[in-house]
C-alpha cells in the first residue's frame, strides 16, 4: 500500500518536473515551454540561455540565426499535409523606434541555409535563390523593415511567404479583439511578448495567421488567410523551424515557447505561465558604439565640472573659519548655512538696521524655532580673533534682564556674525524722534532709564569681570515686547580696536556721549560709561540729541541747554515738549539733575553706576548741587576751567572712579 503511494508520488513528481520543457513526444507533435532540453538544431547567433529562453539574434548588425525542431516531419501522404503551429516571440530593438529585421516560420526541405544572407533575406534566400519553386520553402514572415523590392506594405507586418520573399498575403501587425469586436495594431518592436498562430487546413486549402498579445487568448478572426495547395510546395519530408537576421539595424530577437502538431490536430496551447522570462529592456546591455561611448564621457564630464563648480562656489559661499581653540568656549556656534537660511539669504528686506559695526538682519531659525537679531560684523585680520571670541563668549554668559542676550555665534574669513534675542520694539532712539512712532509716556521713560542703568551695574559690579560698555546710547537701548530696555552692542567696541592697528589709539564710542577724559587719553573706563548714560538720561528726558544743530554751523549741546534752564532755577523747563505737563516733577527733576552730575567733567566728581542706581530708586537722596561750567564736558580738546563743582574733591563721589581694565582691555 505504502510502496503503491510513493509509486505514484514519483509518477507526480516526475510529471511536474517534466511540464515546463516537454519536447516532442512522437513525430506528430511537439510543445516547447522554454528550450531547455528542446535539443534544437541552432546555428549563426542562436543561443538557448540558461532559463530556456531561446535567443536568435543580437545587437551584432547582419547576423543570421537557425532553430530547427531537428527531426524531419513525413508530409509524404495528403492527410498529413495538415499542421498547426502556435509560439511566443519577442524583439527588443537596438534603438528603439527601429529595428532589424524580424523572424520567419520555414518549413524547407533541409535546416542548413549556408547560402542564406542577412539582412532582408532573413538568413534563407540570397539574390539568386529567391523566387525559386525548387526551393520548396513555406514561410511566415515578421518583418520590421519595409523593403520596396519586395512590395512590403509597411515595417511592421506579418506575411506568407512561398519560395520568395515578396508575399503572397501580407497585413500590418493587429489582433481582433473579441472583447470589444474591433481591430487593434501590434508593434512588433515594442518588447513586450506576441503570440502567432499559424493553421493550415489541406482540406480547404487554406492558410491562415492569427496574432495576439501575450494576454489575449487566441482571437477567432485571423490576420492573415491565405488560398493555397501546398502539396505542390511540401516535399514529402520537410523540417520545421524558425530563421531571423538583423541588417544595418539590430534586434534581439527572442523565442519564449513554441507548439507544433502535424496532422489534423491543432497545436497544443502553450502554458504561458510556463514561459521563461525575458531580460529587463532598456539601455542595459545594449552596447554603446565609439561615438556616443565618446560623446557619454564629455557629457559626463561636463555634468561632473559643473557639479563641482557649483559645490566648490556653494562651500565658498556657506565657508565658515573654525579653529579648535574655539571649543574651549562654551558658546554656541550656528552654521553660517543656518543663519543664512534664517535671513533669507540677509536680503535687505530683513535688515533691521545698519550699526558702525554692521548690519543687523532679522532671522528666523527653524530649529527650535527662534526670532533673531544676527548681527553682521566684518573685521580685518584675523588679529586678535581669539581674544574676541573669548570675549564674545563671555558676553553670551551673561544674563540680564536689561541686556540683549547672545546667543552664539558664526565666523567665516572677515566677518563675524553674533547671534541676538530678536526685540520686535526696535530701538529706543525711534521712539524719541521719529514721529511715526507713538510718544513715550514718562513712566515709560522712567522704567527705561532705570533698566539701563540696573544693566550698567551689572557689567560694572556685578559680573565676574568689569565690562565697559563703551557707547551707551538711545540707538543702543532696544525694547522687548514689554518695552523694557535692553541694552546691546556691549563689548563691540573692542572689535573695532581689533579690526584696526592696535599701536594707534582709537576713540570708540560716539561724539555726544564722550566723556572728555576719554577724548584726550583714550581710554574707556566705567566712569566714562558713566558720562554716556548722564547724556543718555538727558537725553530720554529732553527728547533731544546730545548735539543738535541751530542754525548753520552753530551746535548746542544738550548739557548747555539743561544747564541754562538749571541756572534759572527751573530745570523742568528742559523737558519734553511732547511729555506736556505729564510727569512726576520729582522724577523729572531728579533725572535732569542726575544727567547733569553724571556729566560731570572730571570722572572723579561722577557717582558710580550703583550710586546712580540708589538715587534713582530714592535710597538715597541726590546732594544739593549748584551748577558747573559745562563747556569742559564737551567732547573737545580744549581746556576750559571747570565750575564750582562743590564735591569734585573732597566730596560725595569722590573714590568711584574705576581705573581698572575691564576684560576687554585684556591682551592689548
Ligand atoms: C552576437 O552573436 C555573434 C555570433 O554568435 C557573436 O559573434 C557576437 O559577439 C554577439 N554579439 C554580442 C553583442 O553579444
Ligand atoms: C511517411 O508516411 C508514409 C505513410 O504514412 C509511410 O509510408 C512512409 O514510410 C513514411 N516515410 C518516412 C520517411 O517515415
Ligand atoms: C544562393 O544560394 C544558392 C543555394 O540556395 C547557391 O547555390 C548560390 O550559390 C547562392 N548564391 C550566392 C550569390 O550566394
Ligand atoms: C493540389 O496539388 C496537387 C499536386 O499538384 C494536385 O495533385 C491536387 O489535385 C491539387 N489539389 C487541388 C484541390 O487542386
Ligand atoms: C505565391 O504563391 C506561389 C504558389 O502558389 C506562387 O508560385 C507565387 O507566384 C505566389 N507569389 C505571389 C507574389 O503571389
Known sequence: MAFKILFHIIVICFGILLTPTIFAQDSKQFIYQGFQQANLHIDGAATVQSNGLLQLTNYTKQLTAHAFHPQPLNFSSSSSLSFSTHYVFAMYPEIQA??????????????????????????????????????????????TIQDYEFSDIDSNHAGININSLISNASASAAYYSDAEKVIKSLNLISAKRMQVWIDYNHKNMLVQVTMAPIEVPKPSRPLLSLHVNLSEVLTDTMYVGFSSSTGSVASRHYLLGWSFAHGREEAQRLDLSKLPTLPRYGSRGRKLSIGSMILLIVISVIVVTIGIVFYVIRRKKFEEVMEDWEQEYLLQRFSFKDLYKATKGFKDKELLGAGGFGKVYKGILSSPKLEVAVKRVSHGSGQGMREFVAEVACMGRLRHRNLVQLLGYCRRKGELLLVYDYMPNGSLDKYLYEDENP????????KIIRGVASALVY?????????????????????????????????????????TNPQTTH??????????????KGKATTSTDVFSFGVFILEVACGRSPISLQGPNEETYLIDWVYECWKKGAIVEASDPKLGRNYVVEELELVLKLGMVCCYPKPEGRPNMRQVMQFLNGDNALPEMVPFDTKAAHTTFNNQTLGSYPTSSEGNFANVSYSSESILHVGR
Open 439 to 446: 510718544s513715550l509716556s514718562w513712566s515709560a521713560r522712567f
Open 507 to 520: 576713540v570708540v564710542g560716539t561724539v555726544g556721549y564722550l566723556a572728555p577724559e576719554l577724548t584726550r
Open 98 to 143: 527601429i529595428s532589424g529585421h524580424g523572424i520567419v516560420f520555414v518549413l524547407s526541405p533541409s535546416m542548413s541555409f549556408p547560402h542564406g544572407v542577412p539582412g532582408k533575406f532573413f538568413g534563407l534566400f540570397n539574390s539568386s535563390s529567391d523566387f525559386m519553386p525548387s526551393d520548396h520553402i513555406f514561410a511566415v514572415e515578421l518583418d
Open 459 to 499: 557689567l560694572h559690579e556685578e559680573w565676574e569681570q568689569v565690562i565697559v560698555h563703551r557707547d551707551v546710547k538711545a540707538s543702543n537701548i532696544l525694547l522687548d515686547a514689554d518695552m523694557n530696555a535692553r541694552l546691546g552692542d556691549f563689548g563691540l567696541a573692542r572689535l573695532y580696536d581689533h579690526g
